[in-house]
């Protein structure tokens, strides 16, 4: 313990004392540990003045710290219903049944783990999985056995082949954003050279609007965050991608991360903030030490730290901060209360992010496309970029594309691209269904394929999933309820109730034992999650079920049993454990039907 106790002492020290820094601190002693020792968060709540209650809340809020040892080897596969297509489920049985250890628990002589994640980011070279926080892609038996001896020679994951951690960018169709480059440093110089009010106006008569989904306008948030009354400022890229299905911004930060940084100091200096942050999500940790290299060099090259390319009073930073697996802090009042070391709790709003986000400060959270588009409208201008797209949707989206495809992987279109021709493009054929959004999307059918992929029709942060007629859409439909059960913060009662009795009537749904009444309770459930949630993640977390209920109902219908109603609680089943610990099971100690 002495050894936790001088590294923590080192960490803590060199951050001096930073509440703000807790999770990053609790994700360093969970990557040395492989978990969170209770001496440990003793010692950082002292240090820290945290009650060690809210770090232990902390720890339990985030599904990649734990409170028991994981072991040498924490292997977690990817359970997005892509990977389950593609056959996941046989391949964790196998390696389950090859380390003889039960999912989800630790193996008794605790040097391994094998788990699940909600969705690892690499749907399109999937079924995938993290050890120790690195990506293995393209798995198979052969791999699953190799696996397995790597394990159990006590190999570290270090020695592992490198031909394992391969992730391909794999971009499929490129347009203005991925192929017209820029010189590091020449969206900054443009800024230097016009202003930062020409350059706003630019940004506005572009167009831009934030690529996350909801399609606020770039520049009037940017306007509005430097026109707020303080004395500090703060811009963070959410690179926190956690909806299933969306892969995007790990192609982004692999291959543009000079651009995406870039984006980011740009936004600094057109509104007068001296620190930014990269917010990381945790399944995309192997990432961050290149990321590390580009910020070193771009500090170097005088891009990044005091007085950028000579200009005196132009500093600006960029730190990185580590996520730990949870999907809720996408949303960007979550992702401030995580960057601020807390548990990811959307905030009340208002008061707004440009107005009170980090530090209670004026804040610009756009994510990775949105600032890369930025920088490159800094260098090319407003007519570059709206020079394809719509009339409200200008320039370009990037789509993650993924399922039943011959191509799956990154494309790059336009605005106003139809369903039919993304389908033509990746070798999609006899389509039953798209999934456009990820899980809190919309399921779209064949008679919809002609709709366009625009703001003022299907908006989406760019996920595309993709499923045949062999399929089984209740599968999906199943796992995005798991998903979002798993995934709910607990905070409002109608996402932590509700998704988890959706999931039992999806569940007796596929079972075979649902009636006309379950479906009229599923869809009166959706819609009162939709009506009062509490943030973006309940109020669409019935998506899946009212979408399909609408416009694939022979899913449903087919699977009704013939009883006009069937109870999804079985109360006899529940006094099971009862009888075991009594040892009765006579008829005495059951609930049965009359």
């Known amino acids: 313990m002495k050894h936790f106790k001088s590294k923590i002492e080192t960490l803590v020290s060199e951050a001096e004392n930073t509440p703000d820094l807790l999770l990053q601190y609790l994700c360093t002693v969970q990557s040395l540990y492989s978990y969170i020792p209770e001496r440990i968060v003793h010692l950082l709540a002292d240090r820290l003045d945290i009650p060690p209650v809210k770090i232990f809340g902390v720890v339990d809020f985030y599904a990649f710290l734990h409170r028991e040892a994981r072991g040498d080897f924490d292997i977690l596969f990817s359970d997005s219903i892509t990977d389950r297509m593609l056959g996941n489920q046989e391949l964790i049985d196998s390696l389950c049944m ?20 909600s969705c690892t980011g690499i749907c399109d070279q999937g079924p995938a999985l993290l050890v120790n926080g690195r990506v293995i892609s393209k798995l198979d038996e052969e791999r699953i056995v190799a696996i397995h001896d790597l394990v159990e020679s006590c190999t570290p994951v270090t020695d592992w082949p490198e031909s394992f951690f391969i992730v391909e960018d794999n971009i499929q169709r490129p347009d203005i954003l991925l192929s017209d480059q820029i010189a590091n440093g020449s969206a900054i110089k443009a800024l230097i050279s016009n202003g930062s009010s020409r350059f706003l106006e630019t940004l506005s008569q572009s167009g831009l609007r934030g690529r996350g989904g909801a399609g606020f306008n770039t ?8 026109n707020a009354q303080s004395d500090e400022r703060y811009v963070v890229c959410n690179a926190d991608e956690g909806e299933p299905g969306t892969f995007k911004d790990r192609v982004l930060l692999n291959s543009y991360a000079d651009i995406v940084f870039e984006g980011m100091t740009l936004c600094g200096g057109a509104i007068g903030a001296e620190k930014g942050y990269l917010y990381l999500r945790g399944e995309y940790r192997y990432l961050l030490q290149d990321l ?21 009073d132009f500093n600006f930073e960029i730190d990185i901060h580590l996520g730990a697996g949870a999907y809720i802090c996408g949303e960007e009042s979550a992702l401030l209360e995580s960057l601020s070391g807390k548990r990811g709790i959307p905030r009340d709003r208002p008061p707004f992010p440009v107005t009170s986000g980090f530090r209670q400060k004026p804040t610009v959270i756009n994510n990775v496309e949105t600032f890369l588009a930025a920088a490159k409208i800094s260098v090319f201008g407003a007519e570059w970029f709206n020079s394809v797209g719509t009339e409200n949707s200008s320039g370009t989206k990037l789509l993650s594309v993924s399922g039943d495809c011959s191509r799956p992987g990154i494309y790059e279109y336009p605005f106003g691209v139809s369903i039919k021709q993304i389908l033509g493009d990746c070798g999609a054929t006899d389509t039953q269904a798209v999934q456009v959004a990820g899980a809190a999307g919309t399921t779209i059918p064949p008679e919809e394929f002609d709709r366009k992929i625009s703001f003022e029709d299907i908006s989406t942060a760019g996920s595309i999933m993709i499923f045949n007629q062999q399929r089984d859409l209740l599968d999906m439909v199943q796992n995005f309820a798991h998903f979002f059960c798993h995934e709910s913060c607990g905070f409002c009662t109608p996402c932590r109730i509700g998704g988890t009795l959706m999931k039992n009537l999806v569940e007796k749904v596929v079972a075979g034992h649902a009636t006309r009444y379950d479906l009229d309770e599923m869809q009166n459930i959706g819609m009162v999650m939709k009506n009062t949630a509490h943030c973006g993640l309940g109020t669409t977390a019935a998506n899946p079920v009212l979408n399909t209920l609408e416009k694939f109902p022979d899913i449903y219908s087919r699977r009704l049993a013939n009883s006009g109603y069937e109870p999804s609680f079985d109360l006899d089943a529940s006094l099971e454990i009862s009888r075991q610990v009594t040892g009765r099971d006579d008829d005495g100690a059951h609930i049965w039907d009359e």
């Open 292 to 312: 590390e290299r580009t910020l070193q060099k771009r500090r170097e090259a005088n891009l990044l730290g005091r007085n950028i390319l000579g200009q005196e």
């Open 219 to 226: 520049a009037t948030k940017w306007r509005l965050c430097r």
């Open 98 to 117: 090859k380390l003889g250890v039960d999912l989800g628990k630790p193996r008794n002589d605790e040097r391994v783990t094998v788990d699940v994640a």
